[in-house]
Every structure is written in structure tokens, then in C-alpha cells.
């Protein structure tokens, strides 16, 4: 029963995809429903699956052998990877119902973006779902390259020159993580002779080099978890891709690096050597830089989605650092990950409904404002810890850090969730800034109150290991609630502070440009040596061709050689035939 | 129970239809295409039956005595085996592509004839048992692939042509000399015998070594690697499943089969490797890798680029040889069988957009997959599978490749093959782009070069149903590679051969 699941899970969206190419070429344009309740539907055989209970399989037939389970950790993380890709498929629908109607209307630009992204939608999903359960290296990598490849479509489909450049950063950034994480794959498998994650797991802790290995697999995933200096794509690619799949990209796609590390590293295994444990705490240090740093940048964006962008990459560097300590603190991460799981599923719902709820704001629905806007907060509360899931994630990771006496990391995260409660702030007054009326469709808006009301009450739903999760008793409520009422104080402050100065704001993308201007600048003596061998080039063929010629003369005077070799050539042959049997003759005598 | 029948069979039915083609006259299309198509399946047959002896642990084994000393043997072995099956299995295809592709043109006796000829000699090619028979057939393989080249006739064609024998004979001449002098050292040496050369070490290790490199240099001429690769481009001239057979089995392949048998059958793995050649081998396959992708993505036009791209990709066949280690050699026979399937695949492809939109230069291809979607399906698989991006067939290669190099402790190779697959990437992806991504002629933008409207599907039947064959092959081939009498599978059975793991 769990296999025909699993089988229907992976070939449903393949066979979604199928029927979006079988009707671009059967169906005429005016009858095309892009976005089908067949369509919609493209996750919801994963998402039965992840309830289905604990299973395993092994097939040998597949590329390397595949080894694909459902254990305490993918399940959990499967039911909310579906749950959030069936969410926005819904919102989606309603989203795209304006952009649908043009397409019927005839307008082929828009029938051929709407094709891409209902074909490569359901890819993308199949690759995530994919490397969800996906033991084995060879499926892991698949579903990690399907996925990301795939949602180049979501990202560039508008096609203006801003989407044209996020999706071109998102693509660059990709390729040079899907090199690392080859390369790393690799070298771990190649020294641990394995195919399995379990044996890379176990072949870095061994290994000379592990803490190497380590480091690529972590920079290569890290392109996709935001981890500070590769975080550039999420900003610039955010605010141009479609509500839903923002909803996607943030909630569930990041999260798959962080599954990826989790899959990788052999994080609380009691003897971890000390390299490893060193790297450890590079990476502490990189996830609560990008932790502030990305609150510290994000407040002063302009655009709601860039404000949300720079909150994932926030979020992620907090939960960077907690897969840190499985290395740096190995003894708490038994207690831990339960609370991390909880943590990114929790966040992976909210901030879909916080991207979903962008929409919202661009199509008011003809409800009372204070109502609409305290509905967009809820997730944004709950984020940062102040009400429902939210404070049970946090407490989730505050209270084993609290049993293994890590007061100050405690510390440090309290103060990042002050960042986030200033993030969502800013995000809330940027759409209030730029709301607009029009009219939500009633998928929008019900894929929008459903992905709320999944968001606050995340552990009710999660199938997390009984017992692991547990409500914050009374006395510490005022431990995890303070950072937002300061972060939403911290915010206006800052806004009345810096109001005078009527600036500019920093450019989305920080590094980036950083980036693009190093790069540009290195292609300048590349190009000038490039310049200057193409001239050393072009004066040795000069010289050479001259030279040939001289040859060619005495050469030609070879020609009369030539037709005496014609004329005796079968003598010739002869004798090379006479010579080859006597060298015959004379080894064979020796 | 013996069948020493069996590989002799195999043989005689690709020659003798030959010989019946030719006695057929020009104008029984239809008598013709029965007999080749038969011939074609009944050779699948046998090698199935092959493999399936191969398997249980039987080698058939059919020899008689040309003059003394010298013997003609054909045997069953795995890696023959492997060879053979891949060249029944793409003859058929090739066959019934070159039907469709050949239709109403003249002098098709002709061509068929040669064609099944170069067929033939690649089954001795693969089955042959010692340095003398298969020189015999790689020999007949260079003369009965001329007039396929020439074909056309046009003077581009006959340049090409020279060319093509210019280098092809020369290296024959090499190769009969170094055949010779080993002849003379060693006298008679199968390659099946467990002995290998390791006896005549101490005593002639310049003269082995210089062998070697007659050997593999004659054999690198047809392997096309750098700096011997000259005629391959040129070779382009010929008509599309000429060049489909050519740089999937016959002659590029039959250059790497043969280094494959010197390196592993005749020196043996742990003599070569006492030599040292193993690592020269390597590095003049890396260089041939980086400089065929070079000058690949230098080309403007389909089918150019495609044969720069062989170069490149049958290098890493030999660049597996050069691994010293089971993960190399699994990942350069799996490649072996691999590169021909996807490589078939896209010249199929390019056969078919010249022939059905007219389309030779790749800014030409803009939008085509929404004109011939199943084509530009398998062109996109066949690209994605030479990048080696899973879960094709490509892929499984430099997997292994990648093992084989970091267990070898080569890393540079590693390096070597991250380079190439970006490089790969540069030159494949474009394509894929402006197939899928770029509006074109089916958008109503321009027109297509030449069209023609060839059949009731995107284009001719018998075009499109070889085609869409070899490219579910190649992505079943890396999809269930696991499944047993995969080329994976078989691989590693021939690799355990050799390294007795």
C-alpha cells in the first residue's frame, strides 16, 4: 500500500506535467485550462503519503541502487514540504486567473509563460518531494538538480528585465552550488566507497579531509539555504517571481539545503574529530551573522517581497546555527532537531502565507481593512514567537539549549527573533504603502486563510515523533514573547528616527553588485591578454604562412621525387614486403 | 554444450548480406529492405543468445589456421560481447533510419551494401580473439566505410574522403608494424590467455613500450584523439546515419575498443601500469576532453559541433582506461556503450531537422520544439545525458569516473571532468535554449530554411521511430542502471574480469 503511494506520488506530477505538454499541443488555446483541478492536485499523493506511517524501500534497479524512506525525519518534513506546494497550486490558480483569461483571450506571450511554468511546476515539486525521501546519493542529487533547475521557470515567468536578472542570479548562483555539492559528493563517496547519505554521514566523521568534504557539501547546499555571501539570489529573485512561487521558493525549496545538511553531516555522533567540530563553529558564527545581518539590511527595502526575502535569509542563518551546534555540541542534538523540524515547518507555512498574503494587498478583497491586515500579521506574530506554533517552535529549541547550558546562543537567538518581529513590521507597512485594490479571487484568498491557519497551529499537525514537543510552561511565556512587542517598537523607532532623511534605499541584492563589479572588473585584463594573444595569434600564422610558402617552393622541387616513387612503387612495395619477411625470419630463427 | 557456431554466425550473416545486396538489383527497395532488416534482427538474436552463454560462464570459441603460427579466432568473450551487442543493436536502428532517410536518392544498392559490410567488420571487431584477426576486420571496417563518406559525391565529400583514408591507412600502416614486431617477440598471443606479457618484461621493456605506442597511436588515429582527430569533422559530409553509425559504434569506437584490448587483453592492466603508459594514456585523453569541448563550442553549425563533441566524449573512455582501479574501468566500458546510444540519438536528431525543416546551422534551430516535439525531446535528453546530469545515462559515467579518479588518487582528473562537463554544458544548453525558450518560425517569426512536410507525424515514421528508441534506451540505460544486463551491469561484469575484485 505505502509503495503504490510512494509510486503514485513521484509519477502523479510527472503525469500532471505530461497532461500540461499533452494539451499545448491538442488542446486549442482558447479551451486550455492551465491550471486544472488535475493540476492542483499534483501534490497531494505525497502529502497522503508523509501519514502514512514509517516505511522503507530499496530498489536495486534504480541508476546507482536506490534507497528511499519515510523515517522520523522525512516524514515530518514531507508533510509540510506538501502541504505548502498543495497550498500555493491553489492560491496559484486564483492568482494566475487575470493572466488565464488574457491567455484565452489569445494573447500568446501570455499562453506561452503560463505553458512553462504549469509544465515545470509540477517538476520542480517532483524533484522536491523527490529528495525528500530520496537515502540514496544518486535520487538525492536528482531531485536536488530537477528542483532547482526547474524553478528557473517560476522564477523568470513574468519576463520583465528584473525577473529576466533575478532569475539569471538565481541560475548563476545554482550552477556554482550544484558543482559544489557534485564535488563534494564525490570525494566523500570516493573515500567512503559508498551510495548511500548514511555512508557519507559516516565516511566525513572518518575521513582525513571531513572537514573539507564538509565544507563544500555546506556551501554547496548553502546556495539554497541562503547561508551569508551566497544568500544574493533570494533578494533579487523574491520580489519578481509570482506570489506563489515565492510562497514555494521560500517556504520549502531553502529549506531543502537545510535538509541536505541535515542528510550530510554527521551531527550528534559522539566522537566528532576536531576539525569537524571546528567547522562547526564557522558555520555557528556564519548562521547569526546572516541572522542579523540580513534583519539589519532587510528593514530598508522597498519592495514587500525583498522585506520577506531578507527575513528568510534571517530565519535561515538562526537555523543555520542550530545545525551548527549538532557539531559544535553534539549532546544536544538529540533533544534538538525535533524542535529545528518543528521550526522550519512552521516557518516554511508562515512565510508562504506571508508571501501568498502579498497578493492579498495587490487584489484588496472587498473586506474590512483591519481585518485583512490583522489576518496578514497573524503568521507574521507567530514567526516571530509571539503567539500559537511559533512559541511552541521556539520553545522547541530554547529548552534543550537551556538543559545543555547554551544561555548565550539562547541569548543571540532572542535577539535575532527581534530582527524578524522588525522584518515583518516593515513588510506589513510596505504593503499597507502599496496596497491596491481589485478584487481577490476565492481560491487566492482561501489558499491564503488556509496556509494561516495550517502556520499557527503547526505541532497539531506535524508528524513529529510523540513526546518531542511540548507547550512552554507559563513562567517562561514572557522569555519568548518579549522580542516581538520590541521588535515592533524597535521598527517605529527607527522609522521616525530616519525620517528626516528622506534616502534612498540600499539596493536588493546587496552583495551581488559587490559581485557583478569584482567579476567585471576581472574580465578587464582578461580581455586585454585575451586581445593580446589573439595579436601574438594572428603574427604567427602571418609568419608562419610565410614560411610555409618558402617551404612549399623547395618542396615542389620534391614533386620530380615524387613521380619517380610512382613509377617504381610497386618495386618498392616489394622490397618492404622482402624487408618485413626477413625481420619475421631473422626474430623468428632468434 | 559447445556452440563454437555461434560467433561464426553472427559474422556470416552480416557478410553474407553483403553480398546479397549487392547481387540484388538497384531497384528491389522492397526485397532489400526485408533481407537487412531481417539479417538485423537475427543478429540481435544471436548476441542475446551470447550473452546469455557469456553469463552462464561458456566461451564459444571458433579458430582455424591461416599458416602457421597464425590463426584467424573468433571468440565470446564479455567485452566482445558487450561490442558486438551494442553494434547489432544500432544496426538495426541505423538500418531503418537510413530507409527513411535514404528514400527515392540514388545508388541505395550501394550504400546498403557498404553499410552492411562496416557492420560486419565491427562484429569481427568485437569478436575477434587475437592482434591478426582484428586487424583483419579493422582494416575491412576502414575501406567499407570510404564510399559511405563519399556517398554524396559531391567535392566536398571526396575531399573528405581522402582525407579520411589518408589518416585512416597510415594508421594501418603503423599498426601492421607494430603488430608485426610483436609478432615476432611474442609469436601468436590470444587474448584470452591468462599469461599476459608480463614474461618478456625485463628483458624488451623499450621495445614494449614502443608497441604500445605504435598500437595506440595506429588505434587513436580512428579514436580521434588530439592530435590525430583531423578527419573526424571533415567526415560530417556523409549522410546523417552514416555519421549516427560511424561516431556511435563503427569506426570511432572501433579505435577505443582497440585500446581497450591492448591495455586490458594483450599487456594486461598490471604490466601497462609497470610501463607507466596508463598515465600518459590519461593525460593525452584529458587534453583530447578540454580540447574537443573547446573547439565544440567554437561551431556554428549542428552537426560540426556534434563531432567535436565525440572527440571529446570517446576520450573519456580511454580516460577510464587510464584510471588504474575497478571504478574506472566500469565507468570507460559503460561509457563505451553509453556515448553510443546518446550520440545516435542526436545525430538521428540533426538528421531530422536538416532533413525536415532544412536546418544545418544551430541559429537556425529557434522554436523547433514546438514544430517537432518529439525530436527536440530526444535531442534534449541525448544533451543532457553528454553534460551528465542525472538521471540519464551520462551521468552513471562520470560517476564513476569521478570514483575511479578520487580512489586512483588522480585528482586532477576530477578536475578534468568538472571542466568538461561545464564545457559541455556551454556548448549543449544554448541548443536546448533556443529549442524550447526562443520563438521561431512555429511562432510565426521568419521561416524555416527548407521545409518539408516528410510524413504524418512531426516527420518520416521510419525517421522518428529509431530515433525516439535510442533516446528511452539512454534514459532507461541511466534510469534503471541497477536492473541486471544493463550496460551498467554488464560493465562491472567485465570489470570484475578483469580485476578478479
Known sequence: ?590 | MTAEWLPITALAIALLVTGIIFVLPEESHRLRTTINLLAAVTNIVLVTLMVRRVAAGYEDIFSFQVVGGVDFVLRTDALGVMFAGLSSLLWLCTTIYAIGYLEGSANRKRFFGFFSLCVASTIGIALADNLFTFLIFYEMLTLSTYPLVVHRGTEQALNAGRIYLRYTLTAGVVLLLGAVLLYSLTGDQSFSSEAGLGDYLNDNRGLLTLIFALLVGGFAVKAAMVPLHGWLPRAMVAPAPVSALLHAVAVVKAGAFGILRVVYDLYGIELSVELGVITALAVAASITIIYGSLRAIAQEELKPRLAFSTISQVSYVILGIGLFGPFGTIGALAHLLHQGLMKVTLFFCAGNYAEELGIHRIDEMDGAGKRMPLTSIAFTIGALGMIGLPPFAGFITKWYLGIGAIQAEMYWVVAVLVISSTLNAMYFLPIVHRLWFRLGPSHGKGSWPDEQRLGRFETHGWLLLPMVFTALVSLAAGLLAGLPFSPLDWATRVANGEYLL
Open chain 1, 1 to 590: 500500500m505505502m509503495t503504490l503511494l510512494l509510486a503514485l506520488s513521484l509519477l502523479w506530477p510527472l503525469c500532471v506535467a505530461g497532461c500540461s505538454a499533452w494539451h499545448a499541443y491538442r488542446t486549442p488555446s482558447s479551451r486550455r485550462d492551465y491550471f486544472s483541478l488535475l493540476w492542483v492536485s499534483a501534490a497531494w499523493p505525497a502529502l497522503l503519503l508523509a501519514y502514512g506511517g514509517e516505511a522503507q524501500w530499496t530498489i536495486d534497479a534504480w541508476m546507482l541502487g536506490g534507497e528511499w524512506a519515510l523515517n522520523s525525519l522525512s516524514r515530518p518534513w514531507l508533510a509540510f514540504t506538501a502541504l505548502l506546494w498543495s497550498l500555493a497550486a491553489v492560491h496559484a490558480r486564483g492568482y494566475f486567473a487575470a493572466e488565464h483569461k488574457q491567455a484565452q483571450a489569445g494573447d500568446q506571450d501570455v499562453q506561452r509563460r503560463l505553458q512553462r511554468l504549469s509544465l515545470l511546476w509540477p517538476m520542480t515539486l517532483l524533484g522536491n518531494v523527490l529528495l525528500v525521501v530520496a537515502q540514496d546519493i544518486a535520487s538525492f542529487y536528482l531531485g536536488f538538480a530537477l528542483m532547482t533547475f526547474a524553478a528557473y521557470a517560476l522564477v523568470v515567468h513574468t519576463g520583465t528585465q528584473e525577473a529576466r536578472l533575478g532569475a539569471r542570479v538565481y541560475l548563476i548562483l545554482a550552477v556554482v552550488g550544484e558543482g559544489l555539492i557534485l564535488a563534494g559528493f564525490l570525494w566523500a563517496a570516493g573515500e567512503a566507497d559508498t551510495l548511500t547519505l548514511q555512508g557519507v554521514r559516516e565516511g566525513i566523521l572518518i575521513a582525513e579531509q571531513g572537514a573539507w568534504m564538509a565544507a563544500l557539501l555546506c556551501l554547496g547546499f548553502g546556495v539554497k539555504a541562503g547561508v551569508i555571501g551566497l544568500h544574493v539570489w533570494l533578494p533579487l529573485a523574491h520580489p519578481v517571481a509570482p506570489a506563489p512561487a515565492s510562497a514555494v521558493l521560500s517556504g520549502v525549496m531553502i529549506k531543502a539545503g537545510l535538509l541536505g545538511w541535515i542528510s550530510v553531516l554527521p551531527l550528534g555522533h559522539d566522537e566528532v574529530p576536531g576539525a569537524l567540530a571546528q567547522f562547526g563553529h564557522v558555520m555557528l558564527i556564519a548562521g547569526l551573522a546572516a541572522a542579523f545581518a540580513a534583519a539589519l539590511y532587510g528593514v530598508f527595502q522597498r519592495h514587500p517581497k525583498a522585506v520577506l526575502a531578507y527575513s528568510s535569509i534571517s530565519q535561515m542563518g538562526m537555523m543555520t546555527a542550530l545545525v551548527a551546534m549538532g557539531l559544535v555540541a553534539p549532546d544536544v542534538w538529540p533533544l534538538l532537531w525535533p524542535g529545528l523540524v518543528l521550526f522550519a515547518a512552521h516557518h516554511a507555512l508562515a512565510k508562504g502565507s506571508l508571501f501568498m498574503g502579498t497578493s492579498i494587498s495587490e487584489h484588496l478583497p472587498r473586506w474590512p481593512l483591519p481585518l485583512v491586515w490583522a489576518l496578514m500579521a497573524l503568521p507574521g506574530i507567530s514567526l516571530a514567537g509571539a503567539i500559537g506554533a511559533g512559541m511552541i517552535s521556539k520553545w522547541g529549541v530554547k529548552s534543550p539549549l537551556y538543559e545543555m547550558h547554551h544561555e548565550s546562543l539562547i541569548k543571540l537567538l532572542s535577539w535575532a527573533a527581534v530582527g524578524t518581529a522588525a522584518l515583518v513590521s516593515v513588510a506589513l507597512w510596505r504593503q499597507w504603502q502599496q496596497r491596491e485594490q481589485g478584487g481577490s479571487n476565492p481560491w487566492q484568498w482561501g489558499a491564503w486563510l488556509a496556509g494561516i491557519m495550517a502556520a499557527l497551529v503547526t505541532p497539531l499537525w506535524l508528524p513529529l515523533p510523540a513526546g518531542s514537543i511540548e507547550m512552554a510552561p507559563l513562567k517562561e511565556w514572557l522569555g519568548i514573547i518579549w522580542p516581538f512587542p520590541a521588535g515592533v517598537v524597535l521598527a517605529v523607532l527607527g522609522w521616525l528616527l530616519t525620517r528626516p532623511f528622506k534616502g534612498k534605499s540600499p539596493p536588493a541584492g546587496d552583495l551581488w553588485w559587490l559581485y557583478a563589479f569584482i567579476a567585471n572588473a576581472a574580465l578587464v585584463p582578461i580581455r586585454l591578454i585575451g586581445h593580446a594573444c589573439g595579436k601574438i595569434k594572428a603574427a604567427s600564422v602571418a609568419a608562419a604562412q610565410s614560411m610555409e610558402k618558402r617551404f612549399m617552393v623547395y618542396l615542389s622541387r620534391g614533386l620530380a621525387g615524387e613521380s619517380w616513387l610512382r613509377h617504381h612503387s610497386s618495386g618498392l612495395m616489394m622490397v618492404l614486403a622482402a624487408v618485413l619477411a626477413a625481420l619475421l625470419m631473422w626474430e623468428g630463427q632468434g
